[in-house]
């Protein structure tokens, strides 16, 4: 496994992604809407800054109202995330997607439940 992205909930992901780019130098690799959301990718040469906007209720808008924006989620990419998950299992961490499901840019994903990953919300990620 190794880094993939870091998301990052906001009101703004066209915004947040031309200050990146400003500050930065960060460049868009990929945007799409997805799931209710607004989903920008910004290429950081060994990984992403996943942007998430909400287009409508659900998880995202949730989130940013709980807590504002910032990071949600961190993710490991893997060649395996039937063999990741099943490890996951063997070592009793509790998970939010039993089986992996679509997601972004149209890789397969399943999300970890932060109680049993150091209060982080890791999402595992095969492309």
């Known amino acids: 496994m190794h880094f993939d992205h870091a998301g990052i909930a906001t009101d703004d ?4 992604a031309a200050l990146y780019g400003d500050l930065f130098g960060l460049e868009i690799a990929h945007e799409e809407e997805f799931d209710g959301m607004r989903v920008v990718f910004l290429d950081c040469a060994d990984g992403y800054f996943e942007l998430l906007e909400p287009l409508e209720e659900g998880t995202i808008a949730r989130y940013l109202e709980e807590t504002g924006a910032g ?3 961190l993710a490991l990419a893997t060649d395996d995330i039937d063999g990741a998950l099943e490890t996951v ?20 994903v399943a999300f970890l439940h932060p109680t049993d990953t150091g209060g982080i919300l890791i999402e595992l990620v095969e492309h």
């Not at 992901?13 to 947040?16: I, K, P, T």
């Not at 509790?94 to 890789?107: N, V």
Request: aromatic fraction near 4%.
């Open 13 to 16: 992901a066209r915004a947040l």
């Open 89 to 108: 299992r063997d070592h009793d961490v509790a998970l939010i997607d039993e089986e992996p499901r679509p997601g972004a840019w149209g890789h397969s």
């Open 71 to 73: 990071i949600h989620h």
